[in-house]
């Protein structure tokens, strides 16, 4: 079998669908000694850097158009251009950034990570809002078949999408091995202080944008910190996404600029010495399709605080605490139970390791070996 595979956004975004594309094909680089591989990104995509560390077994193509301009091409002026005449022919296609484009021959897979755009319209920039609205449907109902991160996001697409439930599958992401607590005391020191760290503090990683649900994260930390005069900081870290002012007028309003910190993007090496450094991870987005920041913080012995919206139970089960994203005192009743009470920390830790343990890229890569099967062999 000879598979496609869009690797633009594992190459060119750093986290979200970005880290889930290049999760899934280490996992397929594991598990897979059998089938071809013929990876393409848009525009001037350097070759991915070892995604699948079989040279024989994989082939790399650069598609001639910047990924902007082929999106203009397909779906605003309606050119039909195949990815095919470029990349060559494949038994099955896997897109796994929500579109689909034209294809002359060859199954189609494509990935449908959230569907927050039609949900939470107003955690959107417009133009993007917009452009998903229309393409999405497009693509789902062109595609062979469809795969998404949790059962959630799958009851919302049949839903939704209106897409047949025989032809949508959940394809869970993975906790990569690099998760883990660190001890060497080299390590965390070193991250300490890149990012300034010398204190206690409350974690969350994402990006900054209103779906993270971060102004109320930090009503909740104001109100704890006030009440319990505890002397841990909350650090924000990820990078500026959109619909971000709000969360800055808010620490500015509760007078907190010292008290909460934008670190920005942390790379994927610094996070789990970051992780290991946190006393408590918080998490309390509107909505996630899967969710790989509270796996990923339980993996390294942090106890999580999270959500218990859309498909965030589903990931982190009874190993946290769950609450409801819009109520700032039970969330902040969460936070003050997690840093105070030693015993719940260390039955949050253990339950953290084992759930953790039920994600992995394997597993992952398992599901989809399934499918790309089961679409090729389909008439």
């Known amino acids: ?3 496609g595979f869009d690797v633009t956004a594992a190459v060119r975004q750093r986290a979200g669908i970005g880290r889930w594309a290049r999760g899934l094909l280490q996992g397929l680089a594991e598990i897979d000694q059998e089938n071809d591989y013929l990876l393409f990104a848009a525009g001037r995509t350097p070759p991915p850097d070892g995604l699948l560390p079989q040279p024989s077994k994989v082939r790399f193509r650069t598609l001639p158009f ?9 779906f605003r002026l309606g050119i039909p251009l195949p990815v095919d005449l470029f ?14 484009p034209p294809l002359r021959r060859g199954k189609a897979v494509v990935t449908v990570h959230d569907l927050s755009f039609l949900l939470y319209p107003e955690c959107h920039e417009e133009g993007l809002r917009a452009f998903l609205e229309r393409v999405v449907p497009l693509s789902v109902a062109a595609a062979d078949f469809v795969t998404v991160d949790s059962a959630h996001v799958k009851n919302e697409a049949i839903c939704l999408l209106d897409i047949p439930p025989d032809r949508v599958e959940v394809v869970y992401g993975g906790v990569d091995a690099r998760f883990q607590p660190v001890k060497n005391e080299a390590v965390l020191q070193a991250v300490r202080q890149r990012y300034r760290l010398h204190f206690p503090f409350v974690l969350h990683v994402g990006v900054i944008e209103p779906r993270k649900n971060l102004v109320r994260l930090i009503e909740a930390y104001d109100r704890v910190r006030s009440a319990l005069h505890l002397p841990h900081r909350l650090v924000l870290a990820g990078g500026l996404g959109w619909l971000y002012e709000e969360v800055f007028q808010k620490v500015a309003e509760l007078g907190l600029q010292d008290l909460v910190l ?5 790379p994927e090496e610094d996070l789990p010495a970051l992780y290991s450094l ?3 991870f918080v998490y309390p987005s509107l909505y996630e399709g899967f969710g790989f920041p509270p796996l990923e913080a339980m993996a390294c012995g942090v106890p999580v605080v999270a959500s218990n919206a859309a498909s965030l139970p589903e990931v982190v089960g009874d190993a946290g605490l769950l609450v409801r994203p819009t109520d700032i ?8 139970r997690a840093l105070t009470d030693n015993a719940l920390r260390a039955e ?4 953290g390791f084992k759930r953790a343990r039920l994600f992995t890229w394997q597993a992952a890569a398992e599901r989809a070996l399934s499918i ?3 679409v090729v062999e389909a008439p």
């Open 278 to 280: 946190a006393d408590l």
């Open 329 to 336: 005192e039970q969330l902040a009743d969460a936070i003050a």
């Open 1 to 3: 079998m000879r598979i």
């Open 87 to 100: 990349t060559g022919p494949a038994d099955v296609f896997h897109f796994p950034n929500y579109i689909l």
């Open 372 to 374: 790309y099967r089961r």
């Open 348 to 351: 949050l830790r253990e339950r």
């Open 262 to 266: 934008f670190p920005g993007y942390v």
């Open 66 to 74: 910047s990924e902007r301009t082929l999106l203009i091409l397909w």
